[in-house]
């Protein structure tokens, strides 16, 4: 695609960078077959290639409207275009360059503001939002339907404590996350349980709390790359020690961003080198499980095997789109004895999406329940996934339990007390 950048961003280092993906587009449209957004609302505008053309327009000088904020808001950031794309086209980092610049020509409403400020300062605060959540769950009854949805209810399963300390020789680090820790608190416990049968201690350290995935997607930018510091000067004491094999990502979606954190910092010359390291040091569980294969099968065995219980599961885009992980949680499953239930369209984003099921609650309840009728349509037993946000979002809309694929494993072990 040929371009002209304005003045204002051509010699930046967005705007060189902008360039250089408007160029690799070729307009042949396969990604609009696989957008979400343009499956429900039929617009060419809430399409990926739509979406291109208007951030191209923006960035060659073209006004910006509340027309450009909207369909560019509507934008899940899901990167199932990127899967589609023939020509490698990074959609997702044009779509940052251009919201920033939507961010600063077009003004947003006090009310649009107070909610970002809200959701900026809550969710990544864990002594903010768990007191919170806790009133809204005794509120609900009294809460109209629409903000009784928001509420998250407790976690199918309940929690169960983290195994004691074994000195297992080999230690991995798992992130804590902002939200998880109040809402799936078993999460990362049973993760520690799975790796301790797998001779591995797996150890949270204080300090690492939220990756800043949350606030860099409000564009928070400054605050979000705090809160990357905030981790890496947690966890860089780790990583000198020669301690640490692994950071262990249990949300798909933190695993994402901190696997781009070299990239997110690279023009910090403080932090730069240490982002790369750790990015490049981040692992999802379900690597670490398929690296440890042969040993769990053989604990699963002892364990006593499967049932055949039907599963489906829900592969998050930032799992499957963003670091193509693919197949991998399915296979676990599998040989934890677990009957995958097919679910159609298995590419298509829940709707969680970060804070867009609050910011776009129409397309993100559509979306959520088009997700669960195409998971409930095999008669599984559980709703299994990979990510705080989508389990939360899908359990709001389900009668089934929505649970974290690493308990079914954990349980099948046998470990839980
Ligand atoms: S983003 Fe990729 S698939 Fe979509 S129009 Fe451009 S080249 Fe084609
Ligand atoms: S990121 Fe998802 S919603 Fe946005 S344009 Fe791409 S496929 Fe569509």
Redesign the pocket.
């Known amino acids: 695609m040929q371009t002209n950048l304005a003045d204002f961003i051509r010699d930046t280092p967005a705007g060189r960078e902008a360039d250089a993906i408007l160029r690799s587009c070729v307009h042949c449209g396969f990604?609009t077959a696989?957008?979400?957004?343009?499956q429900l609302l039929g617009d060419e505008l809430?399409?990926?290639r739509g979406?291109i053309y208007l951030i191209k327009q923006m960035l060659e000088g073209e006004p910006v409207s509340e027309t450009t904020q909207l369909h560019l808001d509507?934008?899940?950031?899901?990167?199932?275009?990127?899967t589609?794309c023939p020509s490698g086209v990074k959609?997702?980092r044009l779509?940052e360059i251009g919201r920033e610049v939507v961010e600063q020509r077009v003004p947003r409403s006090l009310a649009a503001r107070a909610t970002r400020f809200l959701l900026c300062e809550a969710l990544p605060r864990n002594w903010i939002f768990r007191p919170a959540v806790r009133v809204g769950q005794l509120m609900r009854p009294l809460l109209p339907r629409v903000l009784a949805d928001k509420v998250p209810t407790a976690a199918p399963g309940g929690a169960r404590p983290w195994p004691r300390p074994a000195g297992h020789r080999r230690r991995m680090v798992a992130l804590a996350g902002c939200v998880q820790p109040t809402l799936t608190p078993n999460t990362n416990a049973a993760t520690a349980r799975v790796l301790d049968r797998l001779g591995v201690d797996l150890v949270e350290v204080p300090g690492a709390a939220c990756c800043g995935a949350l606030r860099y997607h409000l564009h928070a930018q400054e605050k979000a790359l705090d809160d990357m510091r905030q981790v890496i000067d947690a966890w860089w004491p780790e990583v000198e020690s020669g301690r640490v094999e692994a950071f262990v990502m249990t949300a798909s979606g933190c695993g994402e961003h901190v696997r781009a954190y070299g990239e997110l910092l690279q023009h910090d010359p403080a932090y730069a080198a240490k982002a790369a390291r750790i990015a490049q040091m981040t692992r999802d569980a379900s690597e670490i499980l398929a690296g440890e294969r042969e040993r769990l099968v053989e604990l699963l065995r002892v364990a006593g095997g499967g049932s055949d219980q039907r599963v489906a599961f829900h592969s998050p885009?930032t799992l499957q789109h963003a670091q193509k992980i693919r197949g991998v949680v399915e296979s676990l499953l599998a040989a934890a004895g677990f009957q995958l239930s097919p679910v159609a369209e298995p590419h298509l984003?829940c709707g969680s999406a970060g804070t867009y099921s609050i910011s776009q609650p129409v397309l993100a309840t559509q979306l959520r329940d088009n997700k669960l009728a195409a998971m409930n349509a095999g008669g599984p037993a559980f709703l299994v996934t990979a990510n705080i946000g989508c389990q939360t979002h899908l359990q709001s809309g389900s009668a089934l339990p929505v649970r974290h694929w690493i308990e079914l494993i954990d349980e099948r072990l046998g470990m839980a007390s």
């Open positions: 990604c696989t957008c979400p957004t343009f809430d399409s990926p979406r509507r934008c899940l950031g899901c990167r199932s275009c990127e589609t959609y997702h779509l885009c984003c």
